[in-house]
């Protein structure tokens, strides 16, 4: 069972364009994670949210997490090529496990 | 700084063959991890330990098994290994469980091809 669905699963864009990858679910989370990953290494984390509603920014990416706590999404403003990865949504409920989202390819076209 | 070491980074099996993964932080976290990556599936998570001493269930454990060995190493052993066990291994760890939003770290992935 995929709890977290991620959209879109892949986006090729220029240099210097904006995007937003969406994490979206059903089910109701204590905190949510991102993660970015690169070819041949683990995912490394971006940030984690806990709070409905919540915003935070980290230089040119903004993460929000949804007011219900179902969906977050993660926004990228002129986007540079060293942007390009896996980014990863990951969602924790009260519980020791963490439920991945499927994954959304970025590739940032210099 | 090694922080997550997962050994061996490659491995090709034959269908039935016994192989185990290794891993090991050195952070002192308590919760390791460990899940599977395929292409448009994300990570689903095989096996965790919330602390030394115990093992659970993830959302995908049939055909694996666990040992955590001790605070420092988590190991992941197929015992007969299936084609559809082909995949990209990682290991996290934790200074806590994920109840306590607290990041995981990752390895590097243990590439696994099963013939």
């Known amino acids: 069972t995929q709890l977290l669905e991620q959209s879109p699963q892949f986006l090729s864009i220029q240099e210097g364009e904006n995007l937003t990858v969406y994490c979206n679910s059903s089910?109701?989370?204590?905190?949510l994670q991102w993660y970015r990953q690169e070819p041949g290494e683990g995912p490394v984390l971006l940030v984690t949210?806990?709070?409905?509603?919540e915003v935070k920014k980290l230089k040119r990416l903004t993460f929000q997490f949804g007011d219900a706590r179902k969906d977050s999404s993660l926004h990228i403003t002129a986007a540079q090529p060293g942007d390009t990865g896996l980014y990863l949504c990951?969602?924790?409920?009260?519980?020791?496990?963490?439920?991945f989202g499927t994954g959304t390819s970025l590739t940032v076209i210099p | 700084n090694a922080g997550v070491t997962q050994t061996p980074k490659f491995q090709v099996l034959k269908t039935g063959q016994s192989m185990t993964l290794q891993c090991a932080q050195d952070?002192?976290?308590?919760?390791m991890y460990w899940y599977r990556q395929d292409p448009g599936m994300g990570l689903r998570l095989i096996y965790y330990s919330a602390s030394e001493g115990t093992t659970d269930k993830g959302e995908v454990p049939n055909g694996y098994n666990v040992s955590r060995l001790n605070k420092r190493e988590f190991s992941l052993r197929l015992e007969s290994a299936a084609p559809s066990q082909t995949s990209v291994y990682f290991c996290a760890s934790s200074v806590l469980g994920t109840g306590n939003n607290q990041p995981q770290h990752f390895g590097d992935g243990t590439r696994l091809s099963i013939l």
């Open positions: 990951a969602g924790s409920n009260t519980g020791n496990q963490f439920y």
């Open positions: 952070m002192n976290h308590n919760s």
């Open positions: 949210v806990v709070t409905g509603g």
């Open positions: 089910s109701v989370f204590s905190s």
